[in-house]
Nanobody, 114 residues
Framework: QVQLVESGGGLVQAGGSLRLSCAVR????????MGWYRQAPGQQRELVAS???????NYVDSVKGRFTISRDNAENSLYLQMNSLKPEDTAVYYC????????WGQGTQVTVSS
């Protein structure tokens, strides 16, 4: 059974940085394109960054140049380095596959104050 555990969120001032981590308990992790999603209050969940099994990355325009997604297949881990954070980045952040596993983790809250 797939298990996703996100960590690393917190409260940060605008312009600050955070690094999110996701521990993925899934035997197929290394074979799966993964992504970071976020959901702000009253908003739909959106995919903000993705990484293929080969390491190719893609970002939504609003985070390009500020966020970097990476993965460690040996550790079954996914990361999101977030720099130059803005108040509009405030959301709960989740990791999941690009074709999401049915069971989501609890996410990690990121709050950016102005």
């Amino acid at each position: 059974q797939v298990q996703l555990v996100e960590s690393g969120g917190g409260l940060v001032q605008a312009g600050g940085s955070l690094r999110l981590s996701c521990a993925v308990r899934a035997t197929i992790f290394s074979l799966t394109s993964m992504g970071w999603y976020r959901q702000a209050p009253g908003q739909q969940r959106e995919l903000v960054a993705s990484i293929t099994t080969g390491g190719s990355t893609n970002y939504v325009d609003s985070v390009k140049g500020r966020f970097t997604i990476s993965r460690d297949n040996a550790e079954n881990s996914l990361y999101l380095q977030m720099n130059s954070l803005k108040p509009e980045d405030t959301a709960v952040y989740y990791c999941n596959a690009i074709v999401p596993f049915p069971r989501w983790g609890q996410g990690t809250q990121v709050t950016v104050s102005s």
